[in-house]
């Protein structure tokens, strides 16, 4: 047990300011318990989401030493004991109070997505059929658990606010889910390129950095659609084979192995 | 005065307080039935409580065991709650739980997949055979992020960081509408509503050591019960026995059922195999006596009976306790839970990755290596808002509640797994009779001020008080207490005291403060949330006290044994007239003679009469 420094930003979007807190920090203690252990003993109305304290809800995000990260996921013991650890909301998103953003426009990019329409020829009487091997990518994506971590440290979002052209990682990955669902037979190809910027991802990968999920949100998710945009749109030889052949349809897993 | 008048008020013909599983199951079914439907919530859409569920939902799909079928489940259900279930309940779920899950695939869950290419099942305590649809260890988020995906394009408003104060009722006795207020501004909403539903989830947040979320502070039993609703079986509190042990910071922290199903053994101190020894005659015939029929099940042999492990777990929490208490626990007071010694590597970081990524980063332990600390944990509650079975109406008009805060379906403990599967079953029949219900209405009825005014007040008087007892205190206080005086094992003096504690803490809590503005403030809402958590512990530890028996998560060891005479009655708390707690044993209806014959087969003949059954069928 040892007493450790922290500054917390406390304030709202337009006014704050960063607030020096000192408390006993326990062995095992993540810095959401630090700042709950605060709010009990010394700010009662600190503003911080919170949820299911084990990574599983996303609700804690915030930037640790200017780090984004779950805070419920962040053990103490990754600091130094002498080092003043900083606490501050996401940037990327509006400040409501405290710790707390608003994360509102994350909710209305969802809903612009086109939901899961399934193959009805996969339909049995015992459920839709689909093989392990080909679930697996599409289970990746759906670990996501929404903490917009990733929203939050985009470029395209962060740093040049185009919020109104690009809808971040979360929801590219979220597209890539769809479309990667061996069974989907819904289209999203034009908008994804029209609406939702996928020209706009340079692929530096940050959001692959800070995802508490391990998805491979670039590699695995945004560069095959990237490469779907592009087959449909700029390749000149699968244009030429669309026109002759027809859109060919997506090969179904076969009703028996 | 406060004027009514000013406060914003929206109109839905359905409104649902709660957006977990249930919540959104019911919300999916109303809009479906062209209802107006509103959906409030105290976190943002899809951080509830499911996304912490792990294992799976139980339905007799019959993928991976075709020998499954509706009456085995039912069978299993029945016995795990120590037959104290609703029958009616227990039926219902059992038949529609396969036909729901199929539903959530439609809307885009992707399941773990079997070599033919359907929905994989995994084996879980007290059920016969592989029976929990599942995604690795992540089901619930899967579960509530399909709801979730596939809700928001049904045209249901969603109102969200919005907590529900109380329950406003019309003349008629019918409830009419719901105040609440928005967390980000501390400004207060009237939800005008011809039926609501309540889907709130548990009160966990009472004790010490919990599985269990900020949310779990009993909202849907105390807004029942403030408008005059009953409160069923609430002594029934699920203790899971494997939460996490060390270190104290994250003490509770779930570790899913699935170690167990996918083979892990609990070892006490001596590195015997404790649970061998631990087995209740009900189970014996149809449980594993030697290691070696232990392996030969995880094996996948057929003949092989289920390790002890995978008892229900009322049994599994009082035998760590048991073996705690003779002296045989683990460094930190709990039992070892061992996988690394069953499975490869590989396999675990497949089936289990949340669990080996949990220990990973918390507790800095490989569970692929070295055995995991565990020990029991607060996690469920069977008891909750007493309803109709078939309508899920509570006893005022207009009131419906389903998942975890409607009593009934789990009886005295509930099967891991019989809970995703009871939101989307329960979700769905509360969303379909809170329409009818609406339906029936021709329209809204006018709003009372003075009850409004009033649970504003009692609202706004915590924030405005001059000084007074610190809310995050008095829960540490009352967390305590029931730790201590209404834990896993019971007694009739240590629940006395209980109860006067929590007498002190209701006075207490009248003087509650919470410091600063209305805005976003944790202090409040602390505050708020602890008025109903309250009412939850005092309805638990009062009918814990009545209930002279030791049956299923109830356990009193100045009772120990099961009484048969109080199979016969559930215990009723409700509001009395002087405004003060009152609790009543009343009497359980007359089963469906039918279901007990199905409920009270042995294995075998149940078996034999489905296979019967099924050759009928086909010829």
Known sequence: ?257 | MLDISEIKTIEHDVLIVGAGGAGLSAAIEASGRGMSTGIVMKSLLGKAHTVMAEGGMAAALGNVDERDHWKIHFRDTMRGGKFLNDWRMAELHAKLAPERVLLLEEWGAVFDRTKKGLINQRNFGGHRYPRLAHVGDRTGLEMIRTLQDHGIHQGIETYMECTALDILKNEKGEVCGVVCMWRETGTFIIFKAKSIILATGGGGRAWDVTANSWEYTGDGYALAYEAGAELMDLEFNQFHPTGMMWPLSVKGILVTESVRGEGGILLNSEGTRFMFNYIPDRFRSETADTQEEAARWLAGDPKARRPPELLTRDVVARAINAEVKAGRGSKHGGAYLNIATERSAEDIKKKLPSMYHQFKVLAELDITKEAMEVGPTCHYFMGGIRVDADTTMSSVPGLFACGECAAGMHGANRLGGNSLSDLLVFGYLAGKNASEFAKSKSGHSKIDEEQASKIIRNATNILNREAGANPYLLHEQLEQNMQVNVGIIRVKEELETGIERLEKLKEDYKTVKAKGSSQFNPGWHEALGLRNLLITAEAVARAAILREESRGAHTRSDFPDELKEWLNFNIISRKGLDGNMELVKVKRPVPNPELVRIAESTIEDLENEIVEERKQTNT
């Open chain 1, 1 to 257: 047990m040892a007493t450790r420094k922290f500054q917390i930003y406390r304030g709202d979007n337009e006014k704050g300011e960063m607030v020096n807190f000192e408390t006993e920090v326990m062995e095992g203690m993540v810095v959401l318990d630090v700042i709950h252990k605060i709010q009990a003993e010394q700010a009662n109305d600190l503003a911080i989401r919170w949820n299911c304290k084990a990574g599983k809800c996303g609700s804690c995000s915030m930037e640790i030493n200017g780090k984004p990260k779950l805070s419920c996921m962040t053990r103490m013991n990754e600091y130094k004991p002498d080092e003043t650890t900083t606490i501050t909301p996401m940037k990327t998103f509006p400040v409501i109070k405290d710790l707390v953003c608003d994360v509102s426009w994350n909710y209305t990019q969802n809903k612009r997505i086109k939901p899961v329409k399934l193959a009805p020829e996969s339909k049995t009487e015992k459920g839709y059929v689909m093989y392990q091997k080909d679930v697996d990518r599409a289970q990746e994506f759906r670990k996501c658990i929404e903490c917009y971590l990733c929203q939050n440290v985009c470029h395209v979002l962060r740093d040049h606010d185009k919020k109104d052209s690009f809808v971040g990682p979360r929801f590219m990955i979220r597209v890539a889910s769809l479309e990667m669902h061996p069974l989907d037979i819904e289209d999203r190809i034009p908008e994804l390129k029209n609406d939702f910027g996928s020209g706009l991802c340079n692929i530096t990968k940050c959001c692959t950095d800070v995802c508490p999920e391990h998805i491979h949100i670039t590699d695995n998710g945004i560069i095959p659609l990237k490469e779907r945009v592009i087959d449909r749109f700029y390749d000149p030889v699968t244009i030429l084979g669309r026109k002759i052949f027809g859109v060919r349809k997506k090969k179904l897993p076969p009703l028996n192995p």
